[in-house]
């Protein structure tokens, strides 16, 4: 293995989750910039605050497959060039930094919830599709996207450790990064857990003045 590769890919993981697809496609789409209305976060569920729900799955999905894909080439092609489990580990947190601090975009980047369940779908499905339903069985009984992601969050590294010898084997560097994704992740809904803890958080669905 060339020593480089792992940074190379590393780079190009995180330049991919650079790309803030709640803009790209808002401007493609006519529509306003996210960061200046709602909750002014550059993410499917303000996107869908916009009244175009079109926009908002088309930015769901791309969020979503720009954290599933390097994942997915590491553990596909990565093991001739010696790109073992450090290495997706390390473009799994490269792709999930990128959309909370995108190079491209002044480092303004959304919380991240779609990138992380690409990346988790990108390290073993069954581990992606657990946290998924984790988090629309909250949602669709709750009704807040927060609390639905930050309930996912927590579970993630749970599912990973007890997936271990039913669909997938346990690496320190993967739980790692899981782990540090989740506290990231909980970090950037922390006015979220305010809101939710004053009864004022906006409910999916509902428009954020």
Known sequence: MEPYYPALATVA???LGSLSFAVIVSRVMGLND???????NPGATNVLRSGSKEAAVVTLLLDGAKGWLPVALVQWYGKPYGLEDGTVALVAMGAFLGHLY????????????ATAAGVLLGIHWGLGLATLLTWILIAVFFRYSSLAALVAAVFAPVYYIFGDGLAWYLDGAVLFAIGLMSL?????????????????????GQKKA
């Open 34 to 40: 996210p960061r200046t209305y709602g909750s002014k």
């Open 184 to 204: 990231l992740l909980i970090y950037r809904h922390a006015e979220n857990i305010g809101r939710l803890a004053r009864g004022t958080e906006t409910r999916l």
């Open 102 to 113: 995108p190079v491209f975009f002044r480092f303004e980047g959304g919380k991240g919830v």
């Open 13 to 15: 993981a995180y330049l």
